[in-house]
């Protein structure tokens, strides 16, 4: 049963992807080969995936640029798909309003203010759909801190309980469960 409703989610997002393009934005150091974003790059030839000459500077201007240079490429409306790190800059390209965003969803987004963002990170609502996935031991930011986050960007939360950073070491690998709630996101994008 699981199997057959995963084949649905997977040829519902091969199809959006005829729509929309759908774009990996990892965090610091960036996702390894075990971590979700790898494994969903790995199922589906669709995703695009930023690229940077350095992962290990936390600089928010250096991500927002490398998401820019990607979309600049591209014709299609963006879904940025962002963790930690990569979920706060994937948030200030979309209230820029440089390039066309359909939609986020944000995972395990990090503090902004543990990276001296808090200035660039956007406090209001994005003004498209998004969803924030959290966890309620996430050592990167609370999770009431998320609660808050996603009422200010009015994206809808997606609460995964005790999870950790929703990374490879919190043992999200292939992790099934985000393309469903990507598949989701996408339905409300569509139905706008």
Request: aromatic share 10%.
């Amino acid at each position: 049963m699981e199997f057959d409703h995963m084949r649905e989610v997977d040829a519902a997002l091969l199809e959006a992807s005829e729509r929309y393009s759908f774009v990996l934005v990892p965090g610091l150091y960036d996702s390894g080969p075990e971590h979700w974003q790898s494994f969903w790059q790995a199922r589906h030839p669709f995703w695009l995936r930023i690229a940077q000459s350095n992962w290990n500077i936390p600089d928010i201007e250096r991500w927002v640029g490398a998401i820019r240079r990607l979309l600049a490429q591209r014709a299609r409306p963006a879904i940025l798909v962002g963790h930690s790190f990569g979920a706060l800059a994937s948030c200030c390209v979309a209230s820029d309003r440089s390039h066309d965003i359909a939609g986020l969803m944000l995972v395990a987004p990090a503090e902004p203010s543990r990276f001296e963002a808090e200035e660039r990170v956007p406090e209001q609502s994005l003004g498209l759909p998004a969803v924030v996935v959290a966890s309620h031991n996430d050592p990167v930011m609370r999770f009431p801190r998320a609660v808050h986050w996603s009422g200010v960007w009015q994206a809808d939360l997606v609460d995964l309980g005790e999870a950790g950073h929703i990374n490879a070491e919190a043992g999200f690998g292939p992790w099934p469960f985000g393309l469903q709630v990507l598949r989701t996101l996408v339905t409300r994008i569509d139905s706008r």
